[in-house]
């Protein structure tokens, strides 16, 4: 009697099962991929907010760093923890690392002087280097004056990029995706793989903008000089302002300084004028010498002059501040006719 049988006989059986864990094998690369995609995209997207979260911390405060300043009624200064971005781990769990200038850092010794270090720095020491072959010996492209870097450890779950100091220069290397045996930074996980680092930054002048800067450039307040005689008491302060100022060293260290340097006296000094420095409950410091510096809250020109004659001065002076600022001034001083 003849029997139709029906079912798969072992050989289909393995066929098949051997074609079904192929297409589960691709279809599990497939989503690893596009999970893997999907979180390097929100990655880039959390860098983004937290950038926002940085311009709004440079437009408040004026700094940046993960901290800020409380003035309680006794008038007293205390730092507290600040939650600075706005996302701290990136779309796979791992922190940000975040990599700021540190002309750009907050100063508790500072507070008090009211002065904005975002805006009033003219330059920073961070650069970021975009290395143009795997040694980055080749073709990099170098970005000064960098205020802040952000970087995510992406798929590898490693964060491989940190600053290097590099012929004297704090450097940030950003290195081709998928450059081998790559990484500048052990504190996620210290193991050198392919480089895959979400990397992004801002510089200064970008920070400025985006931290709605004013002018705050360093300058001298009056330079009208009066007119100058023969026997007659002479006395005139110039003050500096804007900038980054320097706090003072002795006495009261909320006082705002600069440094002041006497670049030619046009003779002045030969005539019975002082060149002084002044410092609050400190002793006058005096620019004798063309080239002489001191660092002060002001500079005073004073004394009884002799020999005038009927030709005016021209006095030049040289101001600097704790940011890289320098500014020159030619001080007019016409006799007395």
């Known amino acids: 009697m003849n029997r139709n049988s029906k079912g798969f006989s072992l050989v289909e059986m393995a066929v098949v099962l051997i074609i ?6 691709s279809a599990s690369s497939i989503l690893t991929l596009f999970v893997n995609k999907g979180g390097a995209e929100r990655s880039r997207k959390m860098i983004e907010s937290n950038k926002n979260a940085l311009f709004s911390i440079a437009a408040s405060d004026g700094y940046l760093q993960n901290t800020q300043v409380v003035d309680d009624v006794d008038n007293a200064i205390t730092i507290e923890p600040n939650d600075t971005l706005a996302y701290p781990n990136d779309a796979y769990g791992v922190d940000f690392h975040l990599i700021y200038a540190p002309e750009l850092a907050f100063d508790p010794g500072t507070v008090r002087l009211e002065y904005s270090p975002v805006c009033g720095a003219s ?14 010996d080749a073709g990099n492209t170098d970005i000064d004056d960098v205020a802040f870097v952000l970087i995510s450890g992406s798929v590898n779950k490693n964060v491989q990029t940190d600053t290097e100091v590099i012929t004297t220069v704090n450097t940030v290397r950003v290195f081709p995706q998928g450059t081998a045996a790559i990484d500048n930074y052990a504190t996620t996980i210290d193991r050198a793989e392919n480089y895959d ?11 400025r903008v985006k931290a709605g800067c ?9 330079t009208a000089m009066p007119v100058i005689q023969d026997g007659v008491q002479y006395v005139f302060s110039i003050y500096a302002e804007g900038g980054v100022p ?13 440094t002041f340097t006497l670049v030619n006296d046009d003779g002045l000094g030969a005539r ?3 060149f002084v420095v002044k410092q609050e409950g400190a002793i006058p410091l005096f620019l004798i010498n063309d080239g002489d510096s001191e660092q002060g809250e002001y500079l005073t020109v004073s004394g009884n002059a002799t020999g005038i ?11 600097d501040d704790n940011g890289g600022n320098t500014i020159t001034r030619t001080l007019y001083i016409k006799p007395q006719s």
């Open 20 to 25: 079904f864990g192929l297409v589960l094998t």
């Open 123 to 136: 330059s920073t020491s961070l650069r970021l280097r975009i290395c143009g072959n795997a040694a980055c």
């Open 197 to 207: 680092d979400i990397v992004d930054w801002v510089t200064l002048p970008e920070l």
């Open 214 to 222: 004013e002018p705050d450039r360093l300058r001298l307040l009056d």
């Open 246 to 258: 320097y706090r003072q060293s002795t006495g009261n260290p909320d006082i705002r300084e600069y």
């Open 272 to 274: 019975g004028i002082q």
């Open 309 to 319: 004659g009927t030709d005016p001065y021209l006095v030049r002076i040289q101001v």
